[in-house]
DNA sequence: AATCCACACAACCGCCTTGTT
DNA sequence: CAACAAGGCGGTTGTGTGGAT
């Protein structure tokens, strides 16, 4: 048994599994008086019995105070999919995007909720078919539903989560017409109006810093509403309207048109 | 009430990159 | 320039929980 007395420089028999309330004030309480950084030197002098990359990842997903809980909003659903649409699995540079979120969350949630429909749906997550199911039906359905949760009306049974602050922040004209996203200071997200909406209608700008979406083009009034949905995820989207939408792609080939845009 | 199952999320693992000596 | 350590990242696994049967 090693004793406690000198432990910086003994092996120590490291814990793993669930963190305890106590290591987790430990933790705290070690970076509150040390600053972050340097896990390893933290892991040995804090008295924990843990690895440092342990101590960081509880820290970075768990106890940092500036992290968010709760479901993530149709906001940062939105920017989960925008972004992924154009990084892939980059996890942690898309969780740059959204403050108080970890790379591990977003990680998860893809995980959980985006690749789940893709695998009932019988296609791969990374497919340009179910991208573009994704950017035809998914994310007008979040745009739709970020209208209504910031309907000024006061009906809406979900008060808005907050809106990401930093560094971009998604701004939605709920009342205009073209169904646009517009910038209200210059790091925000921009999905704007495209010259040329035939051609943007489902491409991101990808030469713009802030990629801009032509989703002018899509007019949400053409899909079922939240409501009509069945209990499919989130009520957002309907396995039926999906399997109908991949029966239309497959019938009509790779160049046919249809709401699969190439 | 018991069991099964799917889901969400916390945590770990291995690899890669970066910084330091 | 090489070797090493630390940190970061993405993939994967383990576990608790709630709903369905």
Redesign the pocket.
Known sequence: MPSQKGAKCEEVE??????TLEE?TMLIHYIARHA?????????CSGLK?????C???W????KPDLK????SPEEQFLILELHSK??????????YLPGR????I???????VQ?QA??LNIDANSSIFRDAVRCYWMPRLLEKMSLTSDPSGTNPNPDPPIPSHPQQVVYNAGSSDHMLSPSNPSTTCYGQSSNSAELALSPNYDDPFFTYGLDALDPATFPTASDCGND??GLWSMDELWQARKQHDEEGEGGGGIFLQ
Request: zero cysteines; charged letters at 35%.
């Open positions: 490291l814990r793993r599994g669930p963190w987790d972050e950084g340097r896990w390893n030197l933290l892991a040995r843990r690895t440092g990359k342990s960081r990842l509880r970075l997903n768990y106890l809980r709760g479901n993530l990084w892939g699995n980059r996890w942690s540079r898309i969780a740059q970890t790379d591990n969350e990680k998860n949630y893809w995980r959980t909720r789940k695998r009932q995820w989130e």
